[in-house]
């Protein structure tokens, strides 16, 4: 889209999909995006986007109030891993990150050095927890024979996705998310097995298995960008 579709200085960004049936917007801290099937004519989106101005215009003064979010990778900060919090402890004559018990034990280093170990070690150990929870989600679904592999993601605005193929893959950064959060992303890509859309039939899926999953789905969208 043109600058002229900017909202409080934002310009929408369009991301248009042949296999997209339907129109959603996403409101992230500094960013609106407008997803939207191929068919749709750009006059339609602008009215779309003109009816919900305002509501994008609540959600990007909120993001705007907010302190901006970030991590310490000093020596004894804390930072959470599936739930549990760590605390980052230097240690001298270690090669590698490591934990022991509550404590993530680091090679002595700059605060980027450990962060960048951080994020090679949690992205290591959090792949068989995700592999897990996928399995169980798929399992409790009754989709298991259409599940192809769990892998990492790395994607800048997704924290989940589902292939055709029945891959799927959750972000690394969730492992800093609530445990039942982290849940939530993890059915909710296991629905997509069986129902690839956002129909009622796919969210009757979702909630046959996690009842109170528009908590933990608010949550994410709340609580995001902390990640």
């Keep these: ?5 900017a909202i409080s200085g934002v310009p929408v ?3 248009r999909s042949p296999r997209r049936r339907t129109v959603a917007l996403q409101v992230r801290p500094g960013e609106i995006t407008l997803y939207a099937p191929v068919r749709v004519p750009l006059t339609r989106l602008r009215e779309i986007v003109d009816a919900r ?3 994008i215009e609540h959600h990007l003064e909120q993001y705007a109030a907010r302190p901006a979010p970030g991590w310490s990778f000093t020596d004894g900060a804390t930072l959470p891993f599936l739930g549990e919090p760590l605390r980052l402890t230097t240690t001298q ?5 490591r934990r022991k018990g509550d404590a993530l034990l680091v090679p002595p280093g700059s605060p980027d050095e450990t962060e960048a170990r951080v994020e090679r070690w949690t992205r290591a150990a959090c792949l068989p927890h995700y592999r897990t929870l996928v399995e169980d989600a798929v399992a409790r679904l ?3 024979h259409r599940l192809g592999r769990v892998e990492l993601s790395r994607a800048q ?3 989940g996705s589902c292939s ?8 690394w950064k969730l492992s800093r998310a609530p445990r039942p959060v982290l849940e939530y ?3 909710h890509e296991a629905a997509h097995l069986l129902e690839f859309n956002h129909s009622r039939a796919y969210w009757s899926l979702v909630e046959g298995v996690l009842p109170d999953y528009r908590a933990h789905r608010a949550w994410l969208k709340e609580h995001g960008h902390t990640l």
């Design 157 to 159: 605005y997704r924290w």
């Design 93 to 97: 004559g270690l090669h590698a990150t």
């Design 53 to 55: 101005r305002t509501w």
């Design 13 to 15: 960004q369009l991301r």
């Design 185 to 187: 992303v993890a059915v």
């Design 142 to 144: 009754g989709a298991r």
């Design 1 to 5: 889209m043109t600058d002229e579709w």
């Design 164 to 171: 055709a193929r029945g891959d799927i893959r959750l972000h």
